[in-house]
């Protein structure tokens, strides 16, 4: 699935901001992700033609970043962060709870397709108000349980951030096959540690 | 009052070093033949220190510093072997091989793998990691050519730094990151590059490594041989690695004035065309069937045949023959057989072109010190030379400015008038443009204007310094309006007989489907060739010789560079070209007793004395003759 004309020409924008098109990958990682929920080799492709950059250096960077996903997700993205700070201030379990609240565990998806579920070692950058979670990139902090609840009952009806944002552009229909649809998504578990 | 000068002086382990300021303490120990253990590092790179493996003390710096990035300060005290430094390097080391799944045995680095001898030398003896390893799938194919084992990748990014800094094509790269970093190619895509063996040979590990050389042999096994590659014009310097008398692989034996340490992958990987498949014996058409006989009965039979012909022969060589080959090849020509028809290469074009010696040309290393640099003909000209590529990547990189052109208008265009150094990077079947070029940039730019023109074959340069052409002489003399035809037009001279001389598998004949029809009506064809050709069933006598990779002698790149080549695998009673040359010339009566290569260079000087015995190696001096 190619790019949207807006998209490209986000990336194009971005590609002009710098003296240096290679500090565009991560915005226009973000715009594609923004677009399509994910970032596929299809899509890294056409980032380096944009970009007019070797496609090696486009993947090596999102590769790097494990918050440029590589495959359908949920509609939303709870990442709870469980570096040492967060660990601290009870991050275990918070993720404990998440868990089975939403029964599942973490790195996966709900079955009504409305929640994804992640945690990272990475520290989020937002100790102060520690134990915290990161909902489709805005911060939730200081996490009880009631707060959790309250986060994931907003959630269970809330369209993807992207449906939001731009409701014009997105044709309900595409957005859904973005999600179900397998085919582009990368399989990045085929060369990683067996 | 002090003098403010670029050096610095340091201690070492004690001892005191003067170098360069911007001198790495790698390099200023190494200086002092102190050696500090090494990983990432390359000198043709730039430093970034990610193996650890080099950390050593300096005075008043708090920690252990990586010798290959931290540069030199004066009064700077380094400790290379203290009691702390060696604690790191077997932790380093313990590190490495934690995950490295130690399986040398089967592994074509082992006996040459840096990570085996640093552990060796710097290492602990065994280890204490006892939870299971991290495992891929081995051997990855990452092209036809090469191999990847990601278990036994230790990232050094050697190999990607090739990728981006030294071939520009950035096809390798650091996927993912932290303890799952692996090296690969964009969506698993086989790689493309034409410099793939180059990896092979900077992977410190046994994580890159060439199919051809599979479980080929370990390197103690292999007879070592100094020579050039057979690939193209640019004379790269090669090892030639041979077992039980066959090739094993070509690895790179650095020139830094030809090749800077690197091969391309036509040339590395040419060397199975070269396996030579058994011994023959010369052989003689007799009643319409090819007969086993002796090397002195075919050179008879081919004189006599070629004495009918006489001045009605033609004599083609291989550009892939070598100097001396080439000087006695056309001796026998034009004073045995007195014929002005001689040709090499394939088509129209070089030997017809190039009629005086290239004296201005640009060494290739030059081409760093322009300031533009045209590539007349764009990635045409690389094909032919593909290591050029390389050089002039590394000039772009230092500022230099190339330009890709098609035609000689784009090319005055492109340079301005400012321009201090210029240089033009064609083939010499485009001379006569680059000639007229090379004027109007003369004219139009401050500075000079040099040119580097690529003919076809490992020694088409020579070839036409010696003469091999229709229209000049040994050293470009004059043939007093005595000039021959070229190949072309040889049918339409009347040429009755055909003297077809080949040396490689890689710069054959190639006879067009015109060509064999008339050289099938031929009286006489005599063929000395390496290896069973097409032609063997049009030839009358067949006079086995020595492929490229089977000679001694010496061979001239496009910049004029007299190189010697010596014989990798031994071809046995297979007859050197050379002698079959002079044997044939014996036959018809000529008085020759040359009894080696040397001697044959040494009459080769008399004729051309830019080329001299005691500069084998240097560039031929053509304006040193006036
Ligand atoms: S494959 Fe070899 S050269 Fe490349 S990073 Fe790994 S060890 Fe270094
Ligand atoms: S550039 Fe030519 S001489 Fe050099 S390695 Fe390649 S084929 Fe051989
Ligand atoms: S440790 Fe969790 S936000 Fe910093
Ligand atoms: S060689 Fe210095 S850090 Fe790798």
Redesign the pocket.
């Known amino acids: 699935m190619s790019l949207r004309k807006e998209t490209v020409a986000m990336i194009r924008e971005y590609a002009r901001r710098y003296p240096s098109a290679q500090s565009a990958i991560i915005p226009a990682l973000w715009a594609v992700q923004h677009e399509q929920g994910y970032v596929t080799a299809e899509s890294l492709a056409e980032i380096a033609t944009h970009l007019e950059l070797p496609p090696s250096l486009i993947e090596s960077t999102s590769s790097f970043y494990s918050m440029f996903l590589t495959r359908p997700e949920g509609r939303h993205d709870v990442v709870i962060c469980v570096n040492a700070p967060c660990g601290l201030r009870g991050a275990d379990e918070v993720l404990a709870y998440c868990e089975r609240t939403l029964g599942i565990r973490a790195g996966q998806t709900t079955q009504d397709g409305a929640i994804t579920l992640r945690s990272t070692p990475e520290c989020l950058g937002a100790c102060g108000g520690a134990p915290m979670m990161q909902v489709d990139h805005r911060f939730e902090e200081n996490l009880t349980s009631e707060r959790i609840d309250a986060v994931f009952e907003r959630l269970r009806t809330e369209p993807a951030p992207h449906e939001v944002v731009k409701p014009k552009a997105v044709a309900p229909v595409k957005g859904e096959k973005a999600r179900s649809g397998v085919e582009g998504a990368r399989p990045r578990a085929r060369r990683t540690q067996k | 009052m002090a003098v403010v000068t670029d050096q610095v002086t340091l201690t070492v382990d004690g001892q005191s070093v003067t170098v360069a300021k911007g001198t790495l303490i790698l390099d200023a120990a190494k200086k002092l033949g102190i050696e500090i253990p090494i990983f990432c590092s390359h000198p043709k790179m730039e430093p970034v220190a990610v193996c650890r493996m080099c950390l050593v003390e300096v005075e008043k710096m708090p920690k252990l510093q990586p010798a290959c990035a931290v540069y030199v300060m004066d009064g700077m005290v380094v400790r290379t072997r203290t009691e702390q430094v060696q604690r790191y390097q077997n932790g380093v080391l313990e590190f490495l091989l934690a995950n490295h799944p130690l399986d040398c045995p089967i592994c074509d680095k082992g006996g040459e793998c840096p990570l085996q001898d640093q552990t060796y030398t710097y290492g602990p003896g065994a280890s204490r990691y006892d939870f299971p390893k991290k495992h891929f799938d081995k051997a990855v194919p990452l092209s036809d050519k090469i191999l990847l084992d990601r278990e036994r990748c230790v990232l050094c990014w050697r190999c990607t730094r090739f990728s981006a800094e030294i071939s520009g094509e950035r096809e390798l790269a650091l996927i993912q990151r932290g303890k799952d970093t692996i090296i690969g190619t964009f969506n698993d895509q086989p790689a493309r590059s034409e410099y793939q063996g180059n990896w092979t040979e900077i992977c410190p590990v046994g994580a890159l490594t060439s199919r051809q050389y599979r479980f080929i042999s370990r390197p103690w096994d292999l007879d070592r041989t100094a020579t050039?590659?057979?690939?193209?014009?640019?004379?790269?310097n090669?090892h030639a690695d041979a077992r039980h008398n066959r090739l094993g692989r070509?690895q790179a034996r650095e020139n830094l004035a030809v090749?800077d340490g690197?091969?391309?992958?036509?040339?590395?990987y040419?060397f199975p065309s070269f396996q030579r498949e058994g011994i023959e014996r010369p052989r003689v058409r007799r009643d319409g069937r090819l007969e086993e006989v002796s090397y002195e009965e075919a050179m008879a039979a081919a004189a006599q045949s070629l004495r009918r012909a006489g001045p009605a022969t033609a004599g083609w060589a291989s550009p892939a023959a070598t100097n001396e080959e080439l000087f006695l090849f056309q001796r026998l020509l034009r004073e045995v057989l007195a014929t002005p028809h001689l040709d090499h290469g394939r088509g129209r074009g070089e030997a017809a072109t190039a009629l005086e010696p290239d004296d201005a040309a640009l060494p290739i290393a030059d081409l760093e010190r322009c300031d533009h640099v045209l590539l007349l003909g764009g990635q045409a000209v690389i094909d032919a030379?593909?290591?050029?590529h390389l050089r002039l990547f590394k000039s772009e990189r230092k500022g230099v400015r190339v330009h890709r052109v098609d035609d000689a208008r784009a090319a005055l265009e492109a340079v301005p008038a400012e321009a201090q150094a210029v240089g033009i990077v064609s083939s010499l079947g485009r001379k006569p443009e680059v000639d007229s070029l090379q004027g109007k940039l003369a004219r139009k730019v401050k500075g000079s204007v040099r040119r580097l023109l690529v003919p076809d074959g490992?020694n088409g340069r020579g070839a036409t310094d010696l003469g091999f052409g229709p229209g000049r002489g040994p050293g470009y003399a004059s043939l007093d309006g005595k000039a021959g035809r070229a190949r072309p037009d040889w049918e339409a001279a009347g040429v009755r007989a055909l003297y077809l001389f080949e040396a490689s598998p890689l710069h054959d004949f190639q006879a067009s489907g015109e060509e064999r029809e008339w050289i099938q009506r031929l009286e006489t064809v005599v063929l000395q060739r390496p290896r069973p050709s097409p032609l063997d069933d049009l030839a009358h006598v067949i006079l086995p010789g020595r492929a490229f990779v089977e000679k001694a002698g010496t061979v001239t790149?496009m910049e004029g560079r007299v190189q010697r080549i010596r014989p990798a695998i031994d071809a046995a009673v297979v007859r050197d070209d050379w002698k079959i040359l002079q044997g044939v010339a014996q036959a018809l009566g000529a008085d020759w007793r040359y009894r080696d290569p040397d001697e044959v260079f040494a009459d080769l000087s008399r004729a051309v004395p830019a080329y001299r015995a005691d500069r084998i190696g240097e560039r031929a001096l053509w304006s040193e003759r006036a």
């Not at chain 2, 030379?385 to 050029?388: E, K, N, R, S, T």
């Open positions: 050039i590659c057979p690939g193209c014009s640019m004379g790269c090669v070509f090749d690197w091969l391309c992958d036509f040339g590395r040419s030379a593909p290591v050029l490992p790149n």
